[in-house]
């Protein structure tokens, strides 16, 4: 996914978007990569294993 796809799907603008994307990013949940063949300016972000576990703490607390 890429910041401007996750600004839409939580409808947040771009700077939000990307100050909780630095957020995520430096508490270790999401990964970066910058790059791609077709366009090297890209980021794409990706959940760590420590995010998932979060995830899925938040959504059991959700639950419950």
């Not at 603008?13 to 300016?41: C, H, M, V, W």
């Not at 760590?48 to 639950?63: C, F, N």
Request: aromatic share 4%; charged share 30%; glycine share 10%.
């Amino acid at each position: 996914m890429t910041p401007g796809q996750l600004a839409k799907e939580i409808s947040g603008g771009a700077p939000k978007t990307s100050r909780k994307i630095n957020t995520l990013y430096r508490k270790g949940l999401i990964t970066k990569e910058f790059g791609t063949p077709d366009d090297q300016r890209r980021v794409s972000l990706a959940v760590t294993d420590k995010g998932r576990e979060v995830l899925a703490l938040v959504g059991q607390a959700y639950e419950d």
